[in-house]
């Protein structure tokens, strides 16, 4: 991910594995994690980076989920993801906290390039996500929490890969 060569990454890895059932249609396992310091549904504008809004400390996610894909028309497509994730929390010093759970759902649309004999491809792309699910989160991260949507319209994606 390019943000992860920014200052103050968010440390975000993600590696998936997909099956195409036809032309159209594929299924993927994405096994995702990534570090974050403030609240997911903090929408764009002065408050997105703004250090009032940081929590104290950080929360590391990890899990492996699925998505759908279909093709719609040359080359543009929609997909769905559900990603069940293991959440820790740590302190500012990087104590570790407790430990919750989170259900993050993606709706993304996009448009699917395709390279090199239709091996590699690219897929400049725009989300919707939502966490409907949040439990066992710490009073403190929970009260910034509060004061943002359970849910991030227009995160911008681009993902790549090669087909075998």
């Not at 104290?56 to 769905?80: E, M």
């Not at 993801?81 to 293991?86: D, F, Y």
């Not at 759970?101 to 989300?127: C, H, I, M, N």
């Amino acid at each position: 991910m390019l943000a992860n060569a920014l200052p103050d990454p968010p440390a975000f890895y993600q590696l998936t594995y997909g099956y195409r059932l036809s032309r159209t249609d594929a299924v993927s396992l994405e096994a995702i994690t990534w570090r974050y310091t403030a609240p997911l549904g903090i929408p764009y504008g002065s408050s997105k980076d703004a250090p009032e809004e940081e929590y104290p400390g950080s929360v590391r996610s990890f899990g492996v989920g699925v998505a759908y894909q279909h093709l719609i028309w040359r080359g543009f497509y929609t997909s769905v993801h559900a990603l069940p994730l293991l959440q820790r929390y740590a302190d500012e010093e990087g104590k570790h906290l407790q430990s919750g759970f989170q259900l993050f759902t993606t709706l993304r649309a996009g448009y699917q390039l395709q390279f090199r004999s239709d091996r590699w491809f690219l897929e400049p792309s725009v989300a919707a996500t939502a966490w409907p699910i949040n439990t066992n989160v710490p009073e403190s991260f929970a009260a910034r929490d509060r004061k943002w949507n359970k849910y991030f319209l227009f995160e911008p994606g681009l993902h790549f890969g090669w087909r075998f």
